[in-house]
């Protein structure tokens, strides 16, 4: 089959998917809080758990422009069941790229399944955005690790089996599994959220928790990079969702506008709702097109698919709002009310310039790696004294730096 018919057909199956298993229950996950209880198995029997995984481990070993239209599709129907997907993949992913060969064999066929669900713990009271910022500490005792500290919200922490823990150890980051049945681990849900409310957030609390050394991913002071891998992922899923959003605002006003009259005449006939909608279509085209790009970047393993994220993200999430607060705007006071979802489209919207680096964050890291790029651009004309260029390893670890300080 020919890429771009593959690519449409898994759109069009992953579009009907949401139409029939997520869109429907879209406002019951917002008012309670919670996923529908069939939604899991659903994931599961369609093989969207993880399933960039490779077939080895039970995947699918789907590519990331494919991945991102599966996400953008589950974010156009409901934001919470992206980022179900999106939280457990993250740390699928991580145990891909870091885990030894005992972390990998226990837990990447159970989380290819959906049989065990991943979440992520690096946020904490007072720790957000800067992860070097983070208070939770690891003490060494025999094989094992003490970990005191805690992680705030715990996207799907309410249900997860298997925490990525980011602490630090004799000052050092450093990044652990842990069970969710470990002593000394406790979870509470944390209620009431702006947006995203069927995400099940939960506030987790380590006291002596027990964990051994095995469950160590990476060294003691690589812990950042292992965060960042996870967060990578979770950025790029985050901006095809945000895609998704913006979608569905537009697809809510496509409706409205053609179905309601004002002033004698269909709103979509009025030339300042053509306006603010042609702004909703031209915004989620090039986000959309971002999305596409971060993600053959990504499967290629360009060394500026990071930098490439970032933008996507940055762009993908501010348009969603942006596209969000036009919906609104053109529904009225109908836009104000739970009757019509461009209400829950917004307030999804503004979570997604929060999560995975704020709006803020994403502007300081893209000047940042364009400056980086720059001067590699700089090198790369002129080499130095040596006649060397910077490999693309280390121009990847330079974008790391970049991300991480």
């Known amino acids: 089959m020919i890429k771009g018919m593959e690519t449409h057909s898994r759109q069009s199956e992953f579009r009907q998917f949401a139409l029939d298993k997520v869109s429907p229950f879209a406002e019951l996950h917002d008012r309670s809080q919670k996923l529908s209880d069939s939604i899991r198995s659903d994931l599961a029997q369609n093989g969207y758990f993880a399933p960039f995984l490779p077939h080895r481990w039970g995947g699918a070993s789907m ?4 991945y991102g239209i599966l996400h953008e599709e589950l974010g156009r129907a409901c934001s919470s069941v992206r ?7 993250m740390i699928a992913h991580t145990i891909l790229r870091w885990g030894g ?14 049989e065990a669900i991943g979440a ?13 910022a983070v208070e939770t500490v690891a003490v060494a005792d025999g094989d094992e690790f003490l970990l005191h500290g805690q992680k705030k919200w715990i996207s799907f922490g309410q249900i997860a089996d298997l925490y990525l823990v980011l602490c630090k150890y004799n000052d050092l980051p450093v990044a652990f599994l842990v069970e969710r049945d470990r002593p000394g681990l406790s979870v509470e849900p944390i209620n009431d959220m702006f947006g995203t409310r069927g995400s099940m957030l939960a506030l987790a609390t380590f006291k002596h928790c027990r964990v051994p050394k095995e469950n160590m991913i990476g060294k003691p002071g690589f812990g950042a990079t292992v965060a960042q891998t996870a967060l990578g992922l979770g950025r790029y899923s985050v901006a095809c969702g945000a ?58 393993g360009d060394f500026q698919d990071i930098m490439h994220t970032f933008i996507a993200k940055y762009h993908a999430s501010t348009a969603a709002m942006r596209a969000a607060d036009r919906a609104v705007q053109i529904h ?9 979802p461009v209400e829950r489209l917004m307030r999804d919207a503004k979570i997604m310039e929060i999560i995975e680096g704020s709006t803020q964050i994403q502007q300081i890291t893209i000047a940042n790696l364009g400056f980086q790029e720059f001067e590699r651009q700089k090198l790369m004309a002129g080499g130095d004294s040596a006649g060397h260029h910077a490999s693309a390893p280390e121009r990847r670890q330079v974008e790391f730096d970049a991300v991480t300080q």
Not at 63 to 66: A, G
Not at 332 to 339: D, E, L, T
């Open 63 to 66: 590519d990331m422009v494919t």
């Open 83 to 89: 980022t179900l997907l999106t939280v457990h993949d």
């Open 101 to 114: 060969a005992g972390l990998k064999e226990r837990w990447l066929p159970l989380l290819a399944k959906g």
């Open 120 to 132: 992520l713990g690096i946020s904490e009271p007072n720790a957000g955005s800067d992860i070097n």
């Open 243 to 300: 895609v998704g959003i913006a979608q569905a605002c537009l697809d809510a006003c496509y409706e409205y506008a053609n179905s309601t009259k004002r002033s004698g005449a269909f709103l979509k006939e009025h030339q300042l709702i053509q306006q603010m909608i042609s702004d909703i279509i031209t915004d989620s085209v090039a986000a959309r097109l971002l999305c596409r790009q971060a993600g053959a970047m990504r499967e290629s």
């Open 332 to 340: 009225g006071a109908n836009g104000c009310s739970p009757s019509y």
